[in-house]
């Protein structure tokens, strides 16, 4: 039986998934590396927010659909940058706060503030030269 970290519905997290992803497109920072990543045709975008809304879910312990590997993911693009993810995670603080009660976006974002600086700091490690020292 999967039991989630806090109370939160299907609908409000494909709510958030859109309003982020609505706002993430437009970004100047971070919104040429989504468009560049998943291109401007509604029906992929529509899957692209699908899985995202599943991987929330996953991430929750609402379900376990969600089948991937979001670090992979990541470091495959190199157009992904360390520096994105205070940009990426304000717009995410943004639309949580916009979409859900505060008690909700403060769980999802406290979720949210960690995957992000795992991701981050993987991307940092990952792409670091060999014979550089480790960066924390």
């Not at 299907?10 to 609505?22: G, M, R």
């Not at 989504?34 to 312990?61: L, Q, T, Y």
Request: charged share 25%; net charge negative.
């Amino acid at each position: 039986m999967v039991v989630p970290k806090f109370q939160i519905t299907p609908d409000e997290i494909d709510q958030l998934v859109k309003t982020f992803y609505a706002r993430a497109r437009v970004d100047p920072v971070i919104g040429p590396v989504f468009m560049n990543a998943v291109g401007s045709d509604k029906a992929v975008w529509d899957e692209h927010e699908a899985k995202i809304a599943s991987f929330w879910r996953n991430a929750i312990g609402l379900d376990r659909s969600f089948s991937g590997n979001p670090m992979m993911k990541h470091l495959a693009n190199v157009e992904i940058l360390p520096e994105h993810f205070p940009t990426w995670l304000a717009l995410f603080h943004k639309s949580a706060e916009d979409t859900l009660p505060p008690e909700k976006a403060a769980s999802i974002c406290a979720l949210a503030d960690r995957i992000g600086e795992s991701l981050q700091m993987g991307l940092m490690q990952f792409r670091q030269p060999l014979e550089q020292a480790p960066r924390f």
